[in-house]
């Protein structure tokens, strides 16, 4: 089993931004593409960003191309993801992910493995 626990959640005025963090604990040398979803209010649960194992393979939605940047430090089994230039639409519940996929997905139901969720908000 793999335990994800997210922190740096808060709130944020618009154009600011936030750090989120995941630590992953337990049976992490199963690890491969780590990411972010989230879920707005009212919405369905998104994907956000995903990366390979090596780091050298970076994805992201449309939404947040340009103003997130995922990044990962496989020695503390962590995954960050850098908000900059935040809107009240990024306002949701944000979730790390993670699985054994080689090569990451958008697709939430390909994630064996999720955090518990950090809130995001953005008040303009």
């Known amino acids: 089993q793999v335990q994800l626990v997210e922190s740096g959640g808060g709130l944020v005025q618009a154009g600011g931004s936030l750090r989120l963090s995941c630590a992953a604990s337990g049976r992490t040398f199963s690890i491969y593409a780590m990411g972010w979803f989230r879920q707005a209010p009212g919405k369905e649960r998104e994907f956000v960003t995903a990366?390979?194992?090596?780091?050298?393979?970076?994805y992201y939605a449309d939404s947040v191309k340009g103003r997130f940047t995922i990044s990962r430090d496989n020695a503390k089994n962590t995954v960050y993801l850098q908000m900059n230039s935040l809107t009240p639409e990024d306002t949701a519940v944000y979730y790390c992910v993670a699985d054994r996929l080689y090569i990451p997905t958008r697709s939430r139901g390909q994630y064996e493995y999720w955090g518990q969720g950090t809130q995001v908000t953005v008040s303009s």
């Open positions: 990366i390979n194992k090596s780091g050298e393979n970076t």
